[in-house]
């Protein structure tokens, strides 16, 4: 047995596409260290396979690696076709066997569905409006639409950028909620009074604010586009949670919230 099997075994396993993991992860599926090459040179997260046992682990599964960030203790891996490994075998044949019990109707549904479980790559693009520092702007700034939207808050917080963004049915009415409530006002516009305790913001530093209005934001599935519909819950809810992995991946501590 390898003592990369254990790897192997974990990747097949996965349901998701990508899996972005620290090094620190990788070890703790393997339940033991990595080479010391592994945390300093990239070539030995390359897809050559061959004779390279720990390559072949991911390789035999079905992935590959995308990316190797050893500056950050990070590799990306990424689903190149279902199964691969003797698990995800023996489990094909399983559903074979249980094909011949199937009625038409079972077999169709089986047949359809399975055409939607390939790997399906989706990707956010966005065109962020930059309005300032909050203390500066005042709420009545031309550019703040009253249109739904992605508002996204930065602040330092003991030398690091922290960051929170908050999908909102208006954009204008929750700056100015935020805004009356800095200056010691309470909030109008149906918003609470503890914006800020719900933010996790300090009062007293700089607080840049940015958002993403409607027609600035497009989702990509497999290559084919379409604009994000922000005036929707459950669309401005997908495009947060797209963007807080994004941030994660450049290391930015990030979290959504919802009002």
């Known amino acids: 047995m390898s003592k990369y099997d254990p790897l192997r075994e974990h990747l097949a396993r996965l349901e998701d596409v990508v899996w ?20 300093e040179h990239r070539t030995w997260w390359a897809n050559s396979g061959g004779s390279l046992v720990h390559q072949n682990a ?31 075998q023996n489990g094909r044949s399983a559903q074979a066997r249980e094909a011949s019990s199937q009625s038409a109707q079972e077999r169709e549904l089986a047949k359809l569905s399975a055409n939607h479980r390939q790997p399906v790559t989706v990707t956010l693009r966005v065109e962020w409006t930059a309005l300032g520092e909050v203390h500066k702007v005042p709420c009545s700034s031309e550019a703040l639409p009253s249109t739904a939207g992605v508002a996204r808050i930065f602040w330092l917080a003991s030398g690091s950028l922290r960051c929170v963004l908050v999908p909102v049915e208006a954009i204008q009415p929750f700056y100015r909620a935020l805004r009356l409530e800095i200056n010691g006002y309470p909030p109008e516009g149906g918003f609470s009074g503890d914006i800020l305790q719900a933010l996790g913001l300090p009062v007293d530093t700089p607080i840049e604010f940015d958002f993403v209005k409607p027609g ?44």
């Open 216 to 259: 600035n934001a497009w989702l990509l599935t497999d290559g084919r586009g379409r604009r994000a519909a922000l005036e929707r819950s459950g669309e401005r809810k997908l495009v947060a949670t797209l963007l807080s992995q994004q941030l994660r991946q450049n290391g930015v501590d990030v979290r959504i919230l919802h009002l």
């Open 20 to 39: 972005a993991a620290k090094l620190d992860d990788v070890e703790g599926v393997l339940g033991s260290n990595l080479p010391r090459s592994a945390r």
């Open 58 to 88: 991911w390789l035999d599964a079905g992935w590959r690696v995308e990316r190797a960030d050893l500056s950050r203790d990070m590799v990306v891996f990424r689903r190149l076709r279902i199964g691969g490994t003797a698990l995800a």
